[in-house]
Every structure is written in C-alpha cells, then in structure tokens.
C-alpha cells in the first residue's frame, strides 16, 4: 500500500478541518474504489488519511454516514463532465487516467465494488444512475440518448478498471495522451454519434 498522504497543517501545527476532511474522503474513496464495503475498516481510512479513527468520528460521526458522503458522485460528476460536449469524450478518458495517475482515486470505479445485496449497493447504484449517467444523458442530443451515456460510461468504467484494478502492464506504461488518443473517439462516437 503506498504511504499515507500527510493531512495539511496551518502555521501553528493544527490541522486545518477542510483539509483533513478532503484527506478523509479521499481516502474512503480509494478503499471504495477497491474494496468492498464492508472489508473496509475506519482504521485503514485514518492510516491512508494520515489522522486518527476518533478523528474520523469527529467530523462524519460514524463509518455510515462518512461513506454515505463517499457514496456520492456528485462532485466527481461535475469534474468529470466538466467539458464542452464535442471534446467530452477525450476530456473524459484523460480524467479517469489522471484521477487515477495523479490521486490513485478514479471518480467512478467505486461502482464497480458496489454490494449485489444490500443498502449500500442499493445507494451507490441509485447515486451513480443519477448523478453520472442522467447528468451525462440530460447533455446528449439525439435518439438513444440513455442508452449512449451508459455505453460511454461502460467504455470509462473498463478503462478504469484495467488501469486501476488489473493494472494492466501495457495500458500503465503508455502515456496518457496515447491512450486518450485511442479511447477516446469510441467514447465521443457514443456522445455525438454521426
């Protein structure tokens, strides 16, 4: 596991809350992405965090209600569609890449870890459909729109799991831009099809 991403500090030496509540989600978020809910403990979070789990208690009060705020996409929804929709496809690819790349986080792959049964599989899903996959359907034009943004979000999903996952050795040495240059026009094709 790679070292723990130290949490900011103010001049004084206290931490500053933000900053270490940032570190907090990031965190959860890269167990998520990885591992299934319930294998994930709030010790491991305050490990990676660079904090202490009483600490996590303090500013989300328990593991549901922090991983409730993981739960959503949201924010990476908004990073993620963040594009006009004519270079969205190749803005998307290089986000997953770089999210992953620079952060070790990919905004989306946690849905891939999503529980078959179960109250928190149901709310990531439910969270996913409509904070990723209808966002990006409400900005395509034409037939099929629903179903484009799922098959776009399908080819995003495989590529993050082939890097982040199955850390194929191929895709990891290849520069970003390369793999952007071959992905991302079978994403586009789904988002503004000919």
């Known amino acids: 596991m790679p070292p723990a991403p130290t949490t900011p500090r103010t001049i004084s030496g206290r931490r500053d809350a933000e900053a270490t509540k940032a570190a907090i989600l990031r965190a959860a978020r890269h167990f998520l992405a990885h591992h299934a ?5 709030l010790k491991a979070v305050a490990e990676r965090a660079g904090v202490s789990a009483p600490l996590i208690l303090k500013y989300f009060g328990n593991k549901e209600a922090l991983f409730a705020r993981v739960m959503s996409f949201e924010t990476d929804a908004d990073a993620l569609l963040d594009a006009p929709l004519d270079q969205l496809g190749r803005h998307m690819v290089r986000h997953v890449l770089t999210s992953q790349r620079d952060r070790g986080v990919d905004p989306i792959l946690r849905i891939v870890f999503a529980p078959f049964h179960g109250e928190q599989g149901d709310i990531l899903r439910a969270n996913f459909r409509t904070q990723v996959s209808q966002r ?59």
């Open 136 to 194: 990006l359907t409400e900005r395509l034009t034409g037939p099929d729109a629903p179903l484009r943004a799922e098959l776009a979000t399908s080819i995003l999903l495989g590529l993050g799991v082939m890097y982040g996952i199955a850390r194929g050795t191929q895709v990891r040495s290849t520069t970003v831009e390369e793999i952007v240059d071959r992905c991302a026009p079978a994403v586009q094709a789904q988002l503004t099809p000919s």
């Open 37 to 41: 809910h319930a294998d994930i403990t």
